[in-house]
Structures are given as structure tokens and as C-alpha cells.
């Protein structure tokens, strides 16, 4: 049974940091692209970043570019997203997806919220 599980989400004053993880299982991690969406209320779902597998080559949206940065860890099965300079419109809950290279098999995690406010 493959689970896609986040965690890391919380409550954050503007301008601070933090660092979500995405633990895969039940797959063959390496297979997977990795990529972080989000959803904040009232708003479609949109990419915040990708990693491929592989060389591991990483895309960001325009939200995240400079801002956000993702890694994978194939040995723990781990997806990271390190997010700094936090603000207020990065609140939202953010959701990890595996995406299989053939393009067949794909899964999504609960989501984990992201709150930025003082």
C-alpha cells in the first residue's frame, strides 16, 4: 500500500523559516518525481516545486524562486522543502505528490497547513 505522508507544517511569524517533509512508502522512491503543491482558500491548487528523479533537477513556481528550496533523499524515501523569508500569502496547505516516471502512477499526501502571521 503506498502512503504519502507530510509533516513540518505550522504556525510562523512573517519573515521566519521552516522545513516540510514528505516520507514515501510502499513505492520505489527513485522512480517518483517529487513535487510540492498548495492550496490556500478560495485559490486553485498550484506547484510550488519539483525534483525529477535522477540527476534530481529541481523547478520551482514563481512564488517559491529564490525563496524555496527542494531535496530529495532517496536513501530515506524523503522529499524536503525548505522554505525562508516566509509571508503571510505563503498560508495555505501544502500537499506532496509521486509522480511515476511512465506517467501512470500518481499519489498525493493528506496535506499538511502552513500558517504565516504575527
Known amino acids: 500500500q503506498v502512503q504519502v505522508v507530510e509533516s513540518g507544517g505550522g504556525l510562523v511569524q512573517p519573515g521566519g523559516s521552516l522545513r516540510l517533509s514528505c516520507a514515501a512508502s510502499g513505492l520505489t522512491f527513485s522512480a517518483y518525481a517529487m513535487n510540492w503543491y498548495r492550496q490556500a482558500p478560495g485559490k486553485e491548487r498550484e506547484l510550488v516545486a519539483g525534483?525529477?528523479?535522477?540527476?534530481?533537477?529541481?523547478t520551482y513556481g514563481n512564488s517559491a524562486k529564490g525563496r524555496f528550496t527542494i531535496s530529495r533523499d532517496n536513501a530515506k524515501n524523503t522529499v524536503y522543502l525548505e522554505m525562508n523569508s516566509l509571508k503571510p500569502e505563503d498560508t495555505a496547505v501544502y500537499y506532496c505528490k509521486a509522480d511515476h516516471f511512465s506517467g501512470i502512477y500518481h499519489y498525493w499526501g493528506q496535506g499538511t497547513q502552513v500558517t504565516v502571521s504575527s
Open positions: 525534483i525529477t528523479t535522477g540527476a534530481g533537477k529541481t
